[in-house]
Nanobody
C-alpha cells in the first residue's frame, strides 16, 4: 500500500510557474506508475500527466503538453509536476495518484489534493 501527500500548490499569476510535489510512503512505490489529475469547480476530475515506474515513459493531456513536465525520484519516493506558462484554466485541485498496473491505471491510491489558483 502507498500513502501520498501533495504539496506546492498556491496562487500564481497567469504566465507564472509552480512545482507540485507528491511524497509517497510504502515499499511498492518504486514499482508503481504515478499520475497527476486535477478537478476544477463544477467539473469532473481529469488526467493531467503520468510516468512509468522507471521514469522512462511519460504521457500528458494535450492541453498541458509543452507546459507541464512530470518527473520522479524513486530513491526519494517523490513525483513532481513542473507547471510553466500557467493559464487561468489550469485552476483546480491537483491530485497525485499511484497505479500498480501501469500508466493506464487503474489508479488505486490517491492523495488529498493541493489547490492551484491561476489569476488572470
Amino acid at each position: 500500500q502507498v500513502q501520498l501527500v501533495e504539496s506546492g500548490g498556491g496562487l500564481v499569476q497567469a504566465g507564472g510557474s509552480l512545482r507540485l510535489s507528491c511524497a509517497a510512503s510504502g515499499r511498492q512505490f518504486r514499482t508503481y506508475a504515478m499520475g497527476w489529475f486535477r478537478q476544477a469547480p463544477g467539473k469532473q476530475r481529469e488526467f493531467v500527466a503520468a510516468i512509468s515506474w522507471s521514469g522512462g515513459s511519460t504521457d500528458s493531456t494535450d492541453s498541458v503538453k509543452g507546459r507541464f513536465t512530470i518527473s520522479r525520484d524513486n530513491a526519494k519516493k517523490t513525483v513532481d509536476l513542473q507547471m510553466n506558462s500557467l493559464k487561468p484554466e489550469d485552476t483546480a485541485v491537483y491530485y497525485c495518484a499511484a497505479a500498480p498496473g501501469g500508466m493506464v491505471g487503474p489508479y488505486d491510491y490517491w492523495g488529498q489534493g493541493t489547490q492551484v489558483t491561476v489569476s488572470s
